[in-house]
């Protein structure tokens, strides 16, 4: 096929994996120290001990067909630690208000289709609301549902989380999903309770779907965020919130998660499952059960993240806009003065051998041209604490 041609039939950039394109950005350089790749979110600790001696009780379940719903056990307990974690109105039932996910990711992308289905807007096109910047599959399900994704700035002017004040009643009318992350993905910030409550409320007063991306909610620095159940009604209507054990419990190739919330949409939500889902495996759903039944592992992990901000908090300081977050994994780092995200994503490679993600490929231009993303670069404190102390050193001393 004629270059020109491949060009033509090339996804648009904004549209592809940011990891892709930081693969491309930095094809022609060397790393010019061993390499540290603070680039991805996956998480480098140890899996909790249980896990094999978990298998190896349930390896004959590996022959059964798991239910799209998922198992009774599973259900169970995700409702049960659910209601231990957050100030509920009252316990979730694990029948009607809990399905299974093969991770989050495709979750939150099949979910913007079964609500494309589910959700009738007031009026106009449909539309799916979207941070930015944003994980990436929030984007990739506002595609995959044919709905119109808009991007909402969520800048340090405004906590790094969506200005809802500023958005107009016409766009509230026409949507079906609004998206929103706490802690966030890539700042780490936290909606505070009062944030949630008025999100939940417009949801109800124009008919829209509140997703709402879970998945880092037990890392944190001093406070547990709340989450979008607690201000919920008694019926969970027009919330959906979405948990994994990827970051909880540093099981990422376990793909095991779960959505929880509205009944209604739930049983829509599965409709569209038994027909499209990837089945979750039932010895990894067992595996699960225990992960959920044990907060040791999760302390024990949540310190590991704390002693790695202990020192970013001396190595960092107040550099580079820096300011311990109070959620997530990650730093969001400024470097405005140093060319921007993708310029120093380069130097830092190839001068410093520390490979980070550009805060660009993160996010979306907004309609004035600008991207919120373009001044950062976000670091995943996943290694370990010396080689994160390396790295960190690394960086303060390439971009000074």
């Keep these: 096929m004629p270059s020109s041609q491949r060009e033509a039939h090339a996804a648009p950039a904004e549209g592809r994996s940011p990891f892709v ?32 001696n978990v298998l190896a009780q349930h390896l004959d379940d590996f022959g059964k067909y798991p239910a799209n719903k998922g198992a009774d056990p599973f259900r169970e307990a995700a409702a049960q630690w659910l209601t231990r974690r957050y100030k509920l109105k009252r316990p979730l039932e694990a029948e009607r208000e809990i399905l299974v996910l093969s991770g989050t990711r495709e979750g939150l992308f099949l979910g913007c289709i079964a609500a494309k289905r589910w959700v009738a807007p007031r009026k106009g096109a449909p539309a799916i609301l979207i941070p930015n910047p944003f994980y990436a599959a929030y984007a990739a399900g ?20 969506p200005d809802l ?27 505070s309770r009062g944030y949630l409550e008025k999100l939940a409320g417009l949801a109800r007063r124009f008919g829209f779907l509140v997703f709402s991306d ?6 944190y620095s001093d406070t547990p ?32 998660g779960f959505a929880a919330g509205d009944p209604r949409f739930l049983a829509a939500f599965l409709e569209l499952r038994n027909v499209a889902a990837p089945q979750v495996p039932v ?4 595996v699960a059960v225990t992960a959920y039944g044990d907060e040791k592992h999760v302390e024990d992990n949540r310190a590991l993240y704390s002693a790695k901000f202990d020192l970013a908090d001396q190595i960092i300081g107040d550099r580079y806009g820096y300011k311990r977050p109070p959620g997530g994994f990650f730093l969001w780092l400024d470097v405005s003065r140093h060319g921007g995200s993708e310029a120093a994503t380069r130097k830092l ?35 370990d604490k010396a080689a994160t102390a390396e790295a960190l050193h690394r960086i303060v001393a390439t971009l000074g």
């Design 214 to 219: 879970e998945c880092y909610s037990e890392i």
């Design 225 to 256: 965020p709340a989450g979008m159940l607690e201000v919920a009604g008694p019926d969970f209507a027009n919330v959906v919130v979405f948990h994994s054990l990827s970051k909880r419990s540093s099981l990422p190739g376990l793909r095991v």
């Design 21 to 52: 394109r930081l693969t491309e950005l930095i094809a022609d350089l060397k790393p010019g120290k061993p390499l540290i790749n603070l680039s991805v979110g996956e998480p480098q600790h140890k899996i909790p001990g249980f896990v094999g």
């Design 142 to 161: 506002a595609a995959g549902a044919g709905c119109e994704a808009v991007f909402l700035p969520a800048t340090r002017a405004h906590g790094f989380l």
């Design 283 to 286: 010895p990894l759903q067992h």
């Design 349 to 383: 490679y190839k001068d410093a051998g520390v490979r980070v993600v550009p805060g660009k490929y993160l996010a979306r231009e907004q309609a004035d041209g600008s991207n919120p993303g373009e001044n950062y670069i976000r670091v995943a404190m996943v290694q």
């Design 165 to 191: 004040d500023a958005i107009a009643d016409e766009l509230w009318a026409r949507t079906v999903v609004c998206f929103i992350a706490s802690p966030s993905n890539p700042q780490g910030a936290v909606a």
